[in-house]
Nanobody, 129 residues
Framework: QVQLVESGGGLVQAGDSLRLSCTAA??????????MAWFRQAPGKEREFVAA????????YYANSVKGRFTISRDNTKNTVYLQMNSLKPEDTAVYYC????????????????????WGQGTQVTVSS
């Protein structure tokens, strides 16, 4: 099991920005073999895909609801993936989870929950109106 630790959540107002971070307890070389993603789960709702990034950081994929507002990036020298969230809306309120999936040499990036085997504990993001 890969340990993933998220940080950066908090309470903000609509229109504000936040940056989430997720650090993996892996060596730099091993971390570069994993695709990374962010999902979120609001109260009473299913966990949903937010954004994903492939191993080298050259390919990204976003949910339509966050496209143009959120940006996913990674720093493989720090074993960390980021989610920059701008123009936040109350409907972005959720627990945000980091996820990792081993991809070896491939550049595929998935956006389904069942494509990721490793999950963090989550960080709460609350956006007030």
């Amino acid at each position: 099991q890969v340990q993933l630790v998220e940080s950066g959540g908090g309470l903000v107002q609509a229109g504000d920005s936040l940056r989430l971070s997720c650090t993996a307890a892996l060596s730099e070389r091993t971390y570069s073999l994993y695709a990374m993603a962010w999902f979120r789960q609001a109260p009473g709702k299913e966990r949903e895909f937010v954004a994903a990034i492939n191993r080298p950081g050259t390919g990204t994929y976003y949910a339509n609801s966050v496209k143009g507002r959120f940006t996913i990036s990674r720093d493989n020298t720090k074993n960390t993936v980021y989610l920059q969230m701008n123009s936040l809306k109350p409907e972005d309120t959720a627990v945000y989870y980091c996820a990792a999936e081993y991809r070896g040499s491939g550049d595929y990036v998935g956006h389904q929950k069942n494509e990721y085997d490793h999950w963090g504990q989550g960080t709460q993001v609350t956006v007030s109106s």
